[in-house]
């Protein structure tokens, strides 16, 4: 089993994905236990001094001015947990459960927050032997963080709860004792260290984000196909066109448009058959560009969240200062601002699939099929396409904007950062549907049109479409063969994979 170390800072996008995804195993650097220990040596000081320091020695929220003894202390950490732990919706999936705890693992790594060294190390055994809480996905206001999905993520850790193990669902506890992992009983500081944070939208956005930078791959791609179906002219490609408004995702696309379509026989330069394609042909590069630039700004902020400290109180020398790390508003704004970008991604390639099966607009036999009438061929594809991106279009309303005030007006701005990244995920499944039946479309069409010599990089993937795929004859399911073009899309057979 191949394993990741932890330390607090160092975590990147391949390692969150071989966790989450790959079952990597996960340990901490020893200059991490170091901390973690020191920061905790430092709570038990402030506790035996009787220094008031919020969530120490005092309730949470508009509780805050309430002061709480050292014997109410441990009963105050579970009651933390029970009483947050009320999310709705379906549950998270496993790759999501599995990033939530890595990525508190990793914060609580950097010791600013005064946890015990056997409780991360409890976390860390849930992780590598396969104990993953059931996490409802709604219920966070993304601040203080996420409270309630992430005290159901604390529910087995303490015995409660439910959790699925060995791919089946049971309670928490009966879980933790089929992995050999004993519950632990939190003690002052550690209820709130273990809930008060951005781990739930962080690690939703970071898979998403992945995830949005393979489609930023596929798009180019599908898109060099439907040049090549629609004998698209190349010349928009030149890169003195792109050096003048510099702008690098606009540069990067064109370059590698040009790229892919090396050696193709199917496009045309300026002139040839017309002087100008429409917007979705010839501007892909600035579309295209916009969204790579987007997505680009997207994960050097997650990065910087994945290795961040964002509970409260922050554990210092001296003291613990009760700020406002946990308040998800930078990963909300940069959620939204993905959603556009791979919503954009989305519209032009729908408008990709009408010029290819519409007949006015691509000399193509009518819904790319050549008994139209008794056949519908690919008529009904360009109608789910645009259900999908008219969707995006709902869904890419931002969230971050809206903001309702909680805890008795105490905490009076949220962020809303985790519904901005459950809707930047389901716009990025949107898009990969869509970029799967352009995939298929532009085959489809290159095949009618009479497939010549294809670009050295479009021909690859056209062969890997069409033995996956074969040219509609006559009618059949299609939804079967869009299927399989998104499962090639999900398995990387396209791409390298990597970000």
Do not use: W
């Amino acid at each position: 089993m191949q394993n990741i170390v932890i330390d607090g800072s160092n975590l990147n996008l391949d390692d969150l994905v071989n966790v989450c995804r790959k079952n990597y195993s996960v340990e901490l650097s020893e200059e991490a236990k170091i901390n973690v220990r020191a920061s905790r040596k430092k709570v038990d000081e402030f506790i035996e001094s009787d220094k008031t320091i919020y969530g120490i020695t005092t309730g949470f929220g508009k509780f805050s001015d309430v002061n709480i003894t050292k014997d109410d202390a441990i009963l105050l950490q579970k009651n933390l947990i029970i009483t947050h732990a009320v999310g709705a919706g379906n549950p998270l999936d496993t790759d999501i459960v599995r990033g939530v705890i890595l990525l508190r693992v990793n914060a609580l790594a950097k010791g600013y927050s005064g946890i015990r060294l056997s409780t991360i190390n409890t976390l860390v055994e849930m992780l590598n032997k396969g104990v993953h809480p059931v996490i409802p996905e709604k219920g966070s206001l993304g601040a203080s963080g996420d409270l309630a999905p992430l005290s159901h993520m604390v529910l087995p850790l303490i015995g409660l709860g439910k959790a699925e193990y060995q791919g089946i669902v049971m309670s928490g506890s009966e879980a933790m004792k089929k992995a050999g992992i004993k519950p632990v009983e939190l003690v002052a500081k550690e209820g709130l260290a273990l809930i008060n944070g951005t781990q739930v939208m962080t690690t939703i956005g970071a898979l998403t984000i992945y995830d949005g930078l393979q489609l930023s791959e596929m798009a180019d791609m599908a898109a060099a196909l439907t040049f090549e179906a629609l004998n698209g002219i190349t010349t928009a490609l030149d890169p003195r066109v792109h050096a003048v408004r510099p702008h690098q995702g606009q540069i990067d696309t064109a370059k590698n448009l040009l790229n892919l379509l090396e050696g193709s026989k199917m496009t045309t330069v300026q002139g040839e058959i017309r002087v100008q394609d429409a917007y979705s042909l010839r501007c892909v590069p600035q579309v295209h560009g916009a969204s790579k630039d987007a997505l680009g700004y997207v994960k050097e902020k997650i990065l910087i969240e994945m290795n961040s400290v964002t509970d409260n109180p922050i554990i210092f020398e001296e003291t613990g200062i009760s700020g406002g790390n946990f308040h998800g508003q930078p990963m909300a704004i940069s959620f939204d601002l993905m959603s556009i970008a791979l919503a954009e991604l989305a519209n032009i390639s729908e408008r990709r699939i009408e010029r290819l099966v519409n007949p006015s607009l691509s000399g193509l036999p009518a819904f790319l099929v050549e008994k139209g009438g008794l056949n519908s061929g690919f008529m009904i594809v360009q109608y789910s396409a645009a259900a999908l991106v008219s969707e995006n279009k709902i869904l890419s309303h931002p969230a971050s904007v809206d903001s309702i005030p909680s805890s008795a007006n105490q905490e009076d701005h949220v962020s809303m950062g985790t519904i901005g990244a459950r809707k930047a995920r389901e716009i990025m499944k949107n898009l990969r549907r869509v970029l799967a039946m352009e995939m298929m479309c532009a085959c489809q069409a290159i095949d009618l049109r009479g497939k010549k010599q294809l670009g050295k990089r479009t021909e690859i993937a056209y062969r890997i479409i069409r033995d996956n795929v074969s040219k509609l004859i006559d009618d059949r399911e299609l939804y079967e063969d869009i299927n399989k073009c998104e499962e090639l899309i999900v398995e990387g057979a396209f791409t390298n994979g990597t970000h």
